[in-house]
């Protein structure tokens, strides 16, 4: 009877954050009754009384989107589960791919239902509009605006793209508590922190009405002023270093708190059961980040091209600093850290990807794989924290390593490409890095705040209404048995 009542409660309170997110205050979200979502291309007044012209998608720009979806999708089921799995005792690696796998498709549903409207709608500075509720006026004809003024993708490959961007930042999380969750405990949290984190920080950091409202200097304040809160203060992300790493990582470490260490942590070995596994895994996310990173150019450009080639050299320098750094101070260079140093480089390359020339990703991927190793070493025992698969080590170190240092190798004096005046339609001449790192700073200090407070009272919900823990019994047994029943290899 006890498990037909918490599977109650877990129904109940996934319909009650999805009434919280619908019945905000109506003065926060709700845009005029004649304004067009922001992301398409209606949201650009015609500059004459006539009216303007169909926009019509590129063609080559929305195919390269839909394959990079398809890319970034990949990462999660089936590379991170990989990733994950393998890093992990044998008797729990069914419990780690079903979490990703299930997590995955609730966040799927639920970007339908509100997670898109709210992120990528006008609303206020911290959260979108109603406007796009269960995907409400979106049809094979809606357009979505790219970063160059009269270029346009249909809105529902933007949509998807960003849905895939969701899923995969809400599992990042599970790594830094698995072997020991509740699965109803892991589905609630993910309900409740994608809506009252993800979706707010991806709105402050990467609402913009797009860059077709730009058509003069009082034009483009008024257009500014409907941004996210981040994105108006100046904020470079091109990719989600804030918005999916430090966001996921921050939630990870908390969560690792709250939910406590493992049994027998400290006292019994806990090696992963197949690095051959997190291998394969790590390089598919390898693979599946070129569609993250230079898919997040919108358009099949010089920019994506920038992306791709950042994303490959970064990665590269990041394996090569981390076992570098390991052989010099263990003695051997291991594979768990050749392929830690991908996904280092791979998180600290995000935020910049867009932004910085080739020899500023290569410094940022060198400069990842060794904090990334400080990250799961040194800093993982000062926190005295069983973040079990080095959630926070690699994606908040990297991230926030990322974060800053693309407000330093963004500068055009290094290679970089500045930040674009959209009214000038040129480079902004004046690019001050002090000032730059100044707001990158703000936004990492932002979505550390944010995540980490939300995340700690989402636990604490959950833990109140279905708990948090496997009993020590179950624990013991492995989740794949006592969750699940089922096992990932016969004996």
């Known amino acids: 009877m006890k498990h037909w009542i918490n599977k109650l409660i877990v129904a109940s309170a996934l319909l009650f954050s999805l009434g919280v997110a619908t019945l905000a205050p109506n003065s926060l ?202 994105f108006q203060m100046g904020a470079l992300d091109f990719a989600g270093g804030t918005v999916v790493h430090i966001n996921a990582a921050v939630a990870g470490l908390v969560g690792a708190y709250v939910v406590g260490k493992r049994v027998g942590y400290g006292r019994e070995p806990f090696k992963p059961h197949s690095l051959t596994l997190t291998m ?51 003695g051997k260079p291991s594979m768990l850290g050749a392929a830690s140093g991908a996904v280092a480089g791979l998180v600290a390359v995000t935020p910049a990807a867009g932004f910085v020339g080739i020899m500023g990703a290569l410094m940022i991927g060198l400069i990842a794989g060794i904090l990334c190793f400080w990250g799961v070493t040194g800093l993982k025992k000062m926190l005295k924290v069983d973040d079990s698969l080095d959630v926070f080590g690699v994606h908040g170190v990297g991230g926030v390593t990322g974060a800053i240092l693309t407000g330093v190798f963004c500068s055009p004096s290094l290679g970089g490409t500045g930040i674009y005046d959209y009214v000038a339609n040129a480079v902004a001449p004046d690019y001050d890095i002090a000032a730059q790192v100044l707001i990158q700073l703000q936004a990492v200090a932002t979505t550390i705040v944010w995540s980490g407070v939300v995340a700690f009272i989402c636990y604490k919900v959950v833990d109140i209404l279905v708990g948090l823990r496997v009993t020590e019994e179950e624990e013991r047994e492995g989740l794949d048995i006592t969750s699940h029943g089922e096992t990932a290899y016969e004996m």
């Open 280 to 330: 394969v895994g790590a390089s598919l996310l390898w693979v599946g980040w070129f569609g993250f990173n230079a898919g997040s150019a919108l358009e099949a450009s010089g920019g994506a091209a920038l992306a791709f080639a950042n994303t490959l050299m970064a990665t590269a320098a990041a394996v090569l600093s981390w076992i570098l750094t390991e052989w010099a101070l263990k």
């Open 29 to 230: 979200v709700y845009a005029a009754d004649d304004k067009a979502t922001p992301v398409a291309a209606a949201s650009a007044a015609p500059a004459a009384a006539e009216a303007p012209a169909v926009p019509v998608p590129n063609k080559g720009d929305t195919a390269w989107l839909l394959v990079c979806t398809a890319l970034v999708i990949m990462m999660t089921v089936p590379a991170l589960g990989l990733f994950y799995g393998g890093l992990v005792r044998k008797k729990n690696m069914l419990s780690v791919l079903m979490q990703c796998l299930v997590v995955f498709s609730l966040i799927m549903v639920l970007w339908a239902i509100y997670g898109y409207s709210i992120a990528f709608t006008e609303g206020n500075a911290f959260f979108g509009g109603f406007d796009r509720l269960f995907l409400a006026g979106i049809t094979p004809e809606s357009v979505a605006a790219t970063f160059s003024k009269g270029v346009y993708v249909p809105e529902l490959a933007y949509m998807v793209f960003q849905a895939a961007f969701a899923a995969i930042t809400v599992c990042l999380i599970v790594g830094a508590f698995v072997e020991r969750i509740k699965f109803s405990a892991v589905l609630l949290f993910a309900v409740l922190w994608f809506t009252f984190s993800y979706l707010p920080v991806a709105h402050m950091v990467w609402f913009w009405p797009g860059p077709d409202a730009f058509t003069d200097a009082a034009a483009g304040e008024k257009a500014l002023a409907t941004a996210g809160w981040l």
